[in-house]
């Protein structure tokens, strides 16, 4: 199965932990995404899918064989909150199409969905040596919009007025973040830490 050679176990975070989806996430993705809030900035149609949607949803992109997904798990409790996933893996051009999904309204806006995407996006560019990550997200997804961002996702278009949503219309915006960039990033987060070790070091 090409999961269990992509994806280890689990993936550790400081907050989060990213685990293969099991069969018993199945209620919690029911939950999720029958959710209206969460269709709303989520899916291309107007309301939430129908419980067998999601069901085959879950089957598919979630547990299935060729499915790159992972549970979202609050490190200190365990806790399920949400799933990511790759999509549209081309090995030949080394890239893939990120999705990210947390469904616990509680735990928006508590870092977990961008260390979450920091987890994926490591992975990818380390483990599975692509070469651009990609993503779409609605111009009115501010919160989704800055956790990429700080991830070091850039807008590199956007498809306009591809969605209708609350009584206007709206732009699909494309981001993404090259391998190099990635690697760029990580060498000024390395340096800035061993900075702040030596200037310990010598106080
Ligand atoms: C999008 C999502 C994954 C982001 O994860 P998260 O844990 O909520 O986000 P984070 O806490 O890591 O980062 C949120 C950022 O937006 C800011 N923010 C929080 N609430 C906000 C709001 N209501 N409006 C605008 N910005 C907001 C935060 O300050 C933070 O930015 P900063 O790092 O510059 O301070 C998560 O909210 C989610 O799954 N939402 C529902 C489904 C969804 O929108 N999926 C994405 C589809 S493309």
């Known amino acids: 199965m090409l999961h269990r050679r992509w994806f280890p176990e ?4 400081e907050t989060v932990v990213l ?18 809030e969460v269709a709303r900035l989520t899916r291309y149609q107007d309301g939430p899918m129908r419980p067998e949607e999601i069901e085959r949803f879950f089957l598919m992109r979630a547990i299935g064989p060729d499915a790159l997904a992972m549970g979202i798990h609050v ?17 030949d051009n080394g890239s893939a199409l990120f999705h990210i999904t947390i469904g616990e309204h509680d735990c928006w806006g508590k870092g977990y969905g961008g260390e979450a995407t920091e987890l994926m996006v490591d992975h990818a560019f380390s483990a599975l040596n692509l070469h ?13 919009i800055r956790a ?3 991830v070091g996702f850039v807008d590199e278009g956007r498809a306009r007025e591809a969605i209708w949503r609350d009584g206007k219309w709206w732009d699909e915006i494309h981001m ?4 190099p960039e990635w690697r760029a990033r990580r060498w000024q987060e390395r340096a800035a830490a061993d900075g702040r070790a030596s200037i310990t070091r010598r106080a």
Do not use: M
């Open 176 to 179: 993404s973040i090259l391998e």
């Open 19 to 36: 685990r293969r989806h099991t069969r018993e996430n199945l209620a919690d993705f029911q939950r999720w995404y029958a959710d209206p």
């Open 75 to 91: 490190k200190a409790s365990n806790r399920l909150i949400g799933s990511c996933a790759f999509s549209q893996f081309d090995g």
């Open 10 to 13: 689990h993936l550790e975070g």
């Open 148 to 150: 990429y961002a700080r």
């Open 132 to 144: 651009r990550v990609a993503l779409t997200v609605f111009a009115f997804n501010e919160r989704a």
